[in-house]
């Protein structure tokens, strides 16, 4: 492709709104552009290095024995009404009416839509075991879109769901598309980890995640070096850990502590430590509010706690006027004394003793605070997030914590799905049974962003070979001269005839220029045309290179067939 005609609009600077890495330089290179919130357009580079990322998702699919279908995005309501989720996504199911008024969503995810589909098409037992997917635009009104192609309202997602008819059968479904999953991640460049994860809203029997690890993500890995134990932070179990208490039998005391709204301020104010102290924080689940204590130095897992409480709708922090209602006092002296609402204590929490909480008095607290005596927590459980240092709940070892970017999710669902719809068949003895099902998602588009957060330097994007928008580039250094024009004309068109997708940067600009926007969309490898075109010399530089070498012009060509072809 002729740069000069290429539309390939770079960005010196980009929104403010583009805070991480790949969503800049996405924006940067001009693979994309965005519409509104949470929606994008894919320029001819970002399509390319998109519609290579389908392929490879196909490709692996097609290997492991699922079929591909296409099926609707704009969805009749009555489908997700019969599973009961019409209701349960709540906004962020983007709904809308026909002309006859009639209720359709544009499809945020398709178990129901495959299920019906199996209903209605398969007819024997002996059809079984079947998986299915596509690859199809999945809209989602996220709150808070952000981060590029991280988190859209509308993304590209392969899903794909498996049909058996016994649970072994779903085992042997799931594995194989385990292993697909694993040759799609490592085809595509990705450096992933794969970790348990929590089925939430989807039931089922389990599920794990693939995570791109990022310091970026938005999801939390914890794992174990010793025994290989990985879990997300929501199925992560965390292990009590014992810290020095203040220890004797001390009367209970109410303290002022004037404008000490965080442990830090109070920290400061009465000298203690911060695992001294019990934090007491008050949230909206569906209609109703809970109070959640875990250790002054401790997280709340928010999903931990959903899955306790049990709540459909999001989990949210009460807002500040209801815990001023609540607590009769302002935000920051929350405590579990006198408070009329659930209080669901950390594990860690019933181990504290003579502790520092909140009085529900501004500017108050109360110390030497012990469970039992003064007061009883309605709920006593693992709703902490885990940091490094935890011990494995596995092995004892010692837990280690990063970020990721979930660009994949399988789970076992069982029946929850078939069971909802009817889809049953009768087994070989005339008996009627319920198709066991597994559900199997791929952020497509989530994971060009992922990659490109991965594979960066100061210079730009650094494309694998399979997924690089272009595989070559040819770069004549002065578009003046003839000698180097004709010659990089000649090798570009060699290099396409011999299958290479080539780029020749033919456009009226300076080498400067031509070299930073080589780098910055991170075309793999690059031939410049240069001075020494004339003495047979051109410089070969492979975009993860340091420094570019000279080469002969006539060995230029084979030289990048045989880095490309290496690296596909
Ligand atoms: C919705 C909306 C948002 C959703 C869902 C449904 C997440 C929803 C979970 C999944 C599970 C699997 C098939 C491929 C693998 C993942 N957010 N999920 O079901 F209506 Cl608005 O999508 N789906």
Same mark, same amino acid.
């Given at each position: 492709?002729?740069?000069?005609?290429?539309?390939?609009?770079?960005?010196?600077?980009?929104?403010?709104?583009?805070?991480?890495?790949?969503? #800049?330089?996405?924006?940067?290179?001009?693979?994309?552009?965005?519409?509104?919130?949470?929606?994008?357009?894919?320029?001819?580079?970002?399509?390319?290095?998109?519609?290579?990322?389908?392929?490879? /998702?196909?490709?692996?699919?097609?290997?492991?024995?699922?079929?591909?279908?296409?099926?609707?995005?704009?969805?009749?309501?009555?489908?997700?009404?019969?599973?009961?989720?019409?209701?349960?996504?709540?906004?962020?199911?983007?709904?809308?009416?026909?002309?006859?008024?009639?209720?359709?969503?544009?499809?945020?995810?398709?178990?129901?839509?495959?299920?019906?589909?199996?209903?209605?098409?398969?007819?024997?037992?002996?059809?079984?075991?079947?998986?299915?997917?596509?690859?199809?635009?999945?809209?989602?009104?996220?709150?808070?879109?952000?981060?590029?192609?991280?988190?859209?309202?509308?993304?590209?997602?392969?899903?794909?769901?498996?049909?058996?008819?016994?649970?072994?059968?779903?085992? +042997?479904?799931?594995?194989?598309?385990?292993?697909?999953?694993?040759?799609?991640?490592?085809?595509?460049?990705?450096?992933?980890? =794969?970790?348990?994860?929590?089925?939430?809203?989807?039931?089922? %029997?389990?599920?794990?995640?693939?995570?791109? #690890?990022?310091?970026?993500?938005?999801?939390?890995?914890?794992?174990?070096?010793?025994?290989?134990?990985?879990?997300?932070?929501?199925?992560? +179990?965390?292990?009590?850990?014992?810290?020095?208490?203040?220890?004797?039998?001390?009367?209970?005391?109410?303290?002022?502590?004037?404008?000490?709204?965080?442990?830090?301020?109070?920290?400061?104010?009465?000298?203690?430590?911060?695992?001294?102290?019990?934090?007491?924080?008050?949230?909206?689940?569906?209609?109703?509010?809970?109070?959640?204590?875990?250790?002054?130095?401790?997280?709340? *897992?928010?999903?931990?706690?959903?899955?306790?409480?049990?709540?459909?709708?999001?989990?949210?922090?009460?807002?500040?006027?209801?815990?001023?209602?609540?607590?009769?006092?302002?935000?920051?002296?929350?405590?579990?004394?006198?408070?009329?609402?659930?209080?669901?204590?950390? #594990?860690? /929490?019933?181990?504290?003793?003579?502790?520092?909480?909140?009085? *529900? /008095?501004?500017?108050?607290?109360?110390?030497?605070?012990?469970?039992?005596?003064?007061?009883?927590?309605?709920?006593?459980?693992?709703?902490?997030?885990? /940091?490094?240092?935890?011990?494995?709940?596995?092995?004892?070892?010692?837990?280690? %914590?990063?970020?990721?970017?979930?660009?994949?999710?399988?789970?076992?669902?069982?029946?929850?799905?078939?069971?909802?719809?009817?889809?049953?068949?009768?087994?070989?003895?005339? #008996?009627?049974?319920?198709?066991?099902?597994?559900?199997?998602?791929?952020? =497509?588009?989530?994971?060009?962003?992922?990659?490109?957060?991965?594979?960066?330097?100061?210079?730009?994007?650094?494309?694998?070979?399979?997924?690089?928008?272009?595989?070559?580039?040819? =770069?004549?250094?002065?578009?003046?001269?003839?000698?180097?024009?004709?010659?990089?004309?000649?090798?570009?068109?060699?290099?396409?005839?011999?299958?290479?997708?080539?780029?020749?940067?033919?456009?009226?600009?300076?080498?400067?220029?031509?070299?930073?926007?080589?780098?910055?969309?991170?075309?793999?490898?690059?031939?410049?045309?240069?001075?020494?075109?004339?003495?047979?010399?051109?410089?070969?530089?492979?975009?993860?290179?340091?420094?570019?070498?000279?080469?002969?012009?006539?060995?230029?060509?084979?030289?990048?067939?045989?880095?490309?072809?290496? *690296?596909?």
């Amino acid at each position: 492709m002729r740069m000069s005609k290429l539309l390939m609009p770079t960005l010196r600077e980009v929104p403010a709104e583009a805070e991480i890495t790949s969503h #800049k330089l996405m924006l940067r290179a001009g693979l994309i552009r965005k519409l509104a919130a949470g929606i994008y357009s894919y320029l001819p580079l970002g399509l390319r290095s998109l519609k290579k990322v389908e392929q490879i /998702v196909r490709e692996e699919m097609d290997r492991a024995g699922a079929q591909e279908l296409l099926m609707a995005a704009l969805l009749p309501a009555e489908a997700y009404q019969a599973s009961g989720r019409w209701e349960v996504f709540g906004p962020s199911m983007f709904k809308l009416k026909d002309r006859g008024e009639r209720d359709f969503c544009l499809g945020p995810t398709h178990e129901e839509i495959f299920t019906q589909t199996v209903i209605d098409n398969v007819r024997s037992y002996k059809e079984y075991p079947m998986t299915l997917y596509q690859i199809q635009t999945k809209y989602r009104d996220e709150g808070r879109p952000r981060f590029g192609l991280m988190r859209g309202r509308e993304f590209i997602m392969k899903d794909a769901y498996s049909f058996d008819l016994d649970e072994k059968g779903l085992d +042997e479904s799931y594995k194989k598309m385990y292993e697909a999953y694993c040759r799609i991640f490592t085809r595509l460049g990705l450096d992933f980890t =794969v970790v348990d994860a929590d089925s939430g809203a989807m039931g089922g %029997s389990g599920s794990q995640e693939f995570m791109v #690890k990022s310091p970026v993500g938005e999801d939390g890995i914890a794992y174990c070096d010793d025994c290989g134990y990985a879990a997300n932070y929501e199925k992560c +179990e965390c292990i009590p850990a014992e810290c020095e208490q203040i220890e004797g039998d001390l009367e209970l005391e109410k303290i002022e502590t004037p404008n000490a709204h965080t442990i830090d301020e109070l920290v400061s104010s009465l000298g203690m430590a911060a695992h001294n102290f019990a934090k007491t924080i008050i949230y909206k689940a569906d209609d109703k509010y809970i109070a959640a204590m875990v250790r002054g130095d401790r997280d709340v *897992n928010e999903v931990k706690l959903k899955n306790l409480v049990g709540c459909t709708d999001d989990l949210e922090l009460a807002e500040p006027a209801v815990v001023r209602e609540l607590t009769r006092a302002q935000v920051g002296f929350a405590g579990p004394i006198g408070l009329d609402i659930p209080v669901y204590a950390d #594990k860690e /929490v019933a181990l504290m003793k003579n502790f520092v909480v909140g009085a *529900n /008095v501004t500017d108050m607290h109360y110390k030497n605070v012990n469970i039992g005596r003064d007061f009883e927590p309605d709920t006593i459980a693992d709703i902490r997030v885990v /940091v490094t240092g935890d011990k494995c709940p596995k092995c004892g070892g010692t837990i280690k %914590s990063e970020q990721g970017i979930e660009v994949g999710h399988i789970f076992k669902l069982g029946t929850k799905y078939s069971e909802a719809l009817g889809l049953k068949y009768l087994d070989e003895s005339g #008996k009627q049974q319920t198709v066991i099902m597994g559900c199997y998602g791929i952020g =497509v588009t989530r994971c060009l962003a992922a990659a490109v957060e991965q594979l960066h330097d100061d210079n730009g994007i650094i494309w694998p070979v399979s997924i690089a928008p272009y595989q070559a580039i040819v =770069v004549p250094a002065n578009y003046k001269s003839e000698e180097q024009m004709a010659a990089a004309e000649k090798l570009y068109e060699e290099l396409n005839a011999a299958g290479i997708e080539t780029l020749i940067d033919d456009r009226s600009e300076r080498a400067g220029v031509k070299f930073k926007d080589a780098d910055l969309i991170g075309i793999p490898v690059r031939v410049v045309v240069g001075k020494k075109v004339g003495d047979g010399i051109v410089e070969y530089k492979e975009r993860t290179m340091e420094k570019a070498e000279e080469i002969k012009l006539d060995e230029a060509a084979e030289k990048v067939i045989e880095f490309v072809k290496a *690296n596909l």
